[in-house]
C-alpha cells in the first residue's frame, strides 16, 4: 500500500515561476489536506478538500490555488512564487473530515530564490 | 481563538527518562486531541489521540493525560529510547471548527543513549 504520494519531493524555484504539487492516496479517502511546515511554526493548513468536488481555505491560503481532480488526486498550484513560500508541503488524507487519523506523504522540500 | 501552543520547543533526556510534552488550547469546542511523531525526512504519523471525555489513555509507553477545566494535555514517553528521537505535535480539532485539525508548534526531542 502507497498511502499518500507527493511528487516531487525536492523542487527549487525562481521567484515569478509558477509549478504544481501533485498528491494521490490510494485508501479510498474523502477528504484531503495541503499543510506547510516551517521551523517554529507546526505545521499549518493551506487548503483542503472535504469531499470530491469541493475545496476550502486553511490559515494561509494566499498566493495558493488547488484543484480536487477526483477522489484520489489533490493538487497545490504556485502561480507565481515567492521565497515567503520556501518551506516543505505536506499533504494529508482522513477517511472524513478530521477527527480521525490523518496519513500524511512524504513532504515536498520547495525552495524558492 | 484556534491556537494551540506547545512546550517546550526542544527537549534532551537520557535513555530511561520521562520526557514530558505539554500542550494548552483555547476553543472549548474542540474535542479531539492528537498527538503526531515525525522522523527526519518523513511525514508526521498519528501516535495516539484522546477526547474529552477521558483524563488518560496509555499505548505502550506513550501517555496522553488531559486537563479540560485547564485546558490542557500532555504527552509523556516512560522508559524513552534513543529510537523515540523524533519531532513530536500535538494537535486539536472539533466539529466547530469544521474538523480541521491546529497544530502545535513541535517540540524536537533527543535521547541521549
Known amino acids: 500500500n502507497a498511502g499518500v504520494t507527493q511528487t516531487p519531493k525536492f523542487q527549487v524555484l525562481k521567484t515569478g515561476q509558477s509549478m504544481t504539487l501533485q498528491c494521490a492516496q490510494d485508501m479510498n479517502h474523502n477528504s484531503m489536506y495541503w499543510y506547510r511546515q516551517d521551523p517554529g511554526m507546526g505545521l499549518r493548513l493551506i487548503y483542503y478538500?472535504?469531499?470530491?468536488?469541493?475545496?476550502d481555505k486553511g490559515e494561509v491560503p494566499n498566493g495558493y490555488n488547488v484543484s480536487r481532480l477526483n477522489k484520489r488526486e489533490f493538487s497545490l498550484r504556485l502561480e507565481s512564487a515567492a521565497p515567503s513560500q520556501t518551506s516543505v508541503y505536506f499533504c494529508?488524507?482522513?477517511?472524513?473530515?478530521?477527527?480521525?487519523?490523518?496519513?500524511f506523504g512524504q513532504g515536498t522540500r520547495l525552495t524558492v530564490v | 481563538q484556534q491556537q494551540v501552543k506547545q512546550s517546550p520547543q526542544s527537549l534532551i533526556v537520557q535513555k530511561g527518562g520521562i520526557p514530558i510534552i505539554n500542550c494548552a488550547y483555547e476553543?472549548?469546542?474542540?474535542?479531539?486531541f492528537p498527538w503526531y511523531q515525525q522522523f527526519p525526512g518523513k511525514g508526521p504519523a498519528l501516535l495516539i489521540a484522546i477526547r474529552p471525555d477521558v483524563s488518560e489513555k496509555k499505548e505502550g509507553r506513550f501517555t496522553i493525560s488531559f486537563n479540560k477545566s485547564a485546558k490542557q494535555f500532555s504527552l509523556h514517553i516512560m522508559d524513552s529510547q534513543p529510537g523515540d528521537s523524533a519531532t513530536y505535535f500535538c494537535a486539536a480539532g472539533g466539529v466547530d471548527g469544521g474538523g480541521k485539525l491546529i497544530f502545535g508548534q513541535g517540540t524536537e526531542l533527543s535521547v541521549k543513549p
Open positions: 478538500s472535504a469531499s470530491e468536488g469541493t475545496t
Open positions: 476553543n472549548t469546542a474542540f474535542d479531539y
Open positions: 494529508a488524507s482522513t477517511a472524513e473530515l478530521m477527527n480521525t487519523e490523518a496519513f
